[in-house]
């Protein structure tokens, strides 16, 4: 439970956690950075890990006077963990292939996350690689997914790459521009919440739009 409680604070709280971490760790921050956002999108045992928030939070330490983080330098090595992550996790859905749909769940493996990420591909087709960037849990399925249903690599890379840098530079961007406002300083947990909701919210309007057939034929 307490670890839980631990995980909450640092989620709500980058902001003052990545100040703590740069002065601890120094160019180490770097490192640490990298290996968060390559698990997040690389490993679909890890899609709690802090995706959008971190990215925000990473531009709007840039953005303080002395920060130790440099913009150009952090945005070019979270797009390779971002793409290499991908890539691995494409890798692993094709070598694992379409038996992975009647795996049953685990404590680290969702199944019904396997599966919303399916429906997203059935409405998106290959531009979900795309579209997933900007959506928690989906973001970490999604290139598992392409994976298991063979879909052809290159296809997969443009689709990868592209939306690797567009969630990547926007969001780092956000932050740095927008991170030092004080409204936004002073109420990062709510900034940090309204990221997350809006992150959902194509979740919760494909989870409506799938509800509705049913309602229809009852």
């Not at 703590?20 to 490993?43: Q, V």
């Not at 963990?81 to 691995?88: I, K, N, P, R, Y």
């Not at 992150?199 to 989870?207: A, G, T």
């Amino acid at each position: 439970m307490e670890l839980v409680q631990q995980a909450i604070d640092i989620f709500l709280h980058l902001d003052q956690h990545l100040n703590e971490w740069a002065i601890a760790l120094g160019p180490w921050l770097y490192l640490l950075l990298f290996t968060i956002i390559f698990c997040e999108t690389g490993l679909v045992a890890l899609p709690f890990l802090p995706g959008d928030s971190l990215l925000f939070a990473v531009g709007a330490l840039a953005s303080t006077d002395g920060s130790p983080i440099s913009v150009p330098v952090v945005m070019v090595l979270l797009i390779v963990a971002a793409v290499t992550g991908d890539a691995l996790n494409y890798a692993i859905g094709a070598y694992l292939g379409p038996k992975v749909f009647t795996r049953a769940s685990t404590r680290f493996f969702k199944q019904e996350h396997l599966l919303r990420t399916q429906e997203f591909y059935v409405r998106h087709g290959a531009k979900t690689i795309f579209l997933a960037r900007f959506v928690p849990i989906v973001r970490t399925f999604a290139p598992f997914v392409a994976g298991v249903g063979s879909m052809p690599y290159a296809t997969f890379a443009l689709w990868n790459i592209s939306g690797a840098t567009t969630w990547i530079v926007s969001l780092v961007l956000a932050g740095y521009f927008f991170g030092q406002i004080p409204w936004v300083k002073e109420n990062f947990e709510t900034v940090v919440l309204a990221i997350v909701a809006i992150s959902v919210l194509p979740i919760v309007i494909e989870w409506l739009r799938s509800r509705r057939p049913r309602s229809a034929g009852a």
